[in-house]
């Protein structure tokens, strides 16, 4: 039996898990080499002291500091109503309405008729008048003309899509709706602005 | 300290009586406290966590290195034991729920500090102020033991690694058994018999010069 294998196996064989087989190869092994035989002493030295160590004491008032922290609900386990509060906490209810209404935008999900909206169903809350594209023609650094199309129809969409951002989020029970769907449409308009430059 | 103690009805006493008698085949000596508290009676809880308190302490002082940390940490594996106890299902022994509870317990706070912050702190306190002496030793031959012997044995605990150490503490220090330590620490038998061996081996190697120089080249 090597030498290496020896030493991993003399704690092993120090609490007897090894086989009688096992046993009888490593007792040759240290039969053969004062080295190992050492090394067993130390183990043994190293084992004894471990086990020589006491048991610290507990603090004297730790029971009751644990039977009081009980008493106080510390321990009480956690409800779904508890998580339920918290949905509505302002640090986790504003971003949650604001991923939702989001999403909404975005999958083009009608709106409507969202419990608290002022609105009836199928009332038009807000009207755009067709008008037709302006066209006007810009002068770049080198003199040459481009042509640009302004859509006066823009604005009046975006605020259409402000009001039903508002309409979801006094849905959702959120005090600052105005102005955070004004915010929020900022940035759908930043987002589109980014995009379409890409695109370019 | 005053306790309330709780009114069973004849349903609860029976059902009560039923688990007792399943605990009793693991011969567990925690079966009747533990079916009390888990019908309600907060006096059983606070005569287990009496009855537990300096085992889960020194199980924390031992993987912690100080005894802040241990208190702090063992009132918040209590905590945890009475919010999970309903968890407990009796299949094992009490003590071994607990052991698991407070090694979870230790081995969070270890990971939250950082093992080598925690490792670095520990030592350096150790150095200044000296390891918390214990008032009463484990067994008559702890008395054998000088206070020097225990603070290089706690500081060369210190270096080892949380898995090796904690396998090491449940066998040596606290004289579990391999299979107890494998549902505590929720691995094989043959990973726990492993890190006992190798935590020995490592240990070793640390107290080495001490082992030899405490008795001119004889060992201990």
């Known amino acids: ?200 | 300290m005053s306790v309330e103690m709780v009114e069973a009805s004849p349903a609860v006493a029976a059902s009560r009586r039923a688990r007792a008698a399943a605990v009793a085949a693991i011969e567990d000596p925690d079966a009747e406290l533990v079916a009390r508290w888990q019908d309600g009676d907060q006096a059983a809880f606070e005569a287990l966590v009496r009855r537990h308190e300096r085992r889960v302490f020194g199980l924390l002082m031992r993987m912690l290195g100080n005894r802040d940390d241990a208190l702090d940490v063992a009132q918040e594996a209590f905590l945890n034991l009475h919010r999970h106890g309903h968890r407990f299902r009796r299949e094992a022994r009490f003590s071994t729920f607990v052991y698991r509870v407070a090694a979870n317990a230790a081995l969070n706070r270890r990971r939250s500090l950082g093992r080598r912050r925690a490792r670095e702190e520990a030592l350096a306190r150790g150095q200044e102020a000296g390891f918390d002496r214990p008032q009463t030793p484990r067994d008559p031959e702890a008395a054998a033991v000088g206070a020097e012997a225990q603070e290089q044995v706690q500081s060369a605990l210190l270096k080892l690694p949380d898995d090796l150490r904690m396998a090491l503490v449940l066998y040596d220090l606290e004289g579990q058994s391999y299979g107890d330590i494998a549902q505590t620490l929720q691995i094989p038998e043959g990973t726990v018999k492993s890190r006992i061996h190798r935590a020995r081996n490592a240990l070793r190697e640390h107290l080495r010069s001490f082992v030899v120089a405490e008795d001119g080249g004889e060992v201990l």
């Open chain 1, 1 to 200: 039996m090597r030498t290496d294998r020896v030493r991993a196996r003399l704690s092993a064989y120090l609490e007897g898990d090894v086989s009688s087989r096992e046993a009888t190869r490593i007792e040759a092994a240290l039969d053969a080499s004062s080295e190992l035989r050492e090394e067993l002493r130390e183990l043994q030295a190293t084992v004894r002291l471990l086990r020589g160590l006491p048991r610290p004491e507990a603090p004297p008032a730790l029971t009751e500091q644990v039977v009081a922290r009980v008493r106080a609900g510390e321990a009480d386990p956690v409800r779904w109503r508890d998580w339920l509060h918290r949905l509505f906490e302002p640090t986790f209810a504003v971003p949650l309405a604001a991923s939702v209404a989001a999403l909404l935008v975005f999958l083009g999900i009608p709106t409507g008729g969202v419990p608290g909206g002022e609105p009836a169903p199928g009332t038009p809350i807000a009207s755009v008048a067709p008008s037709a594209p302006v066209v006007t023609v810009a002068h770049d650094t080198s003199g040459q003309a481009t042509p640009r199309v302004r859509n006066p129809n823009r604005a009046a969409l975006r605020m259409l899509r402000r009001q039903r951002l508002q309409m979801m989020l006094r849905g959702a029970g959120h005090p600052h709706s105005a102005s955070l769907a004004s915010q929020m449409e900022g940035d759908i308009v930043l987002a589109n602005f980014s995009e379409g430059r890409r695109r370019r």
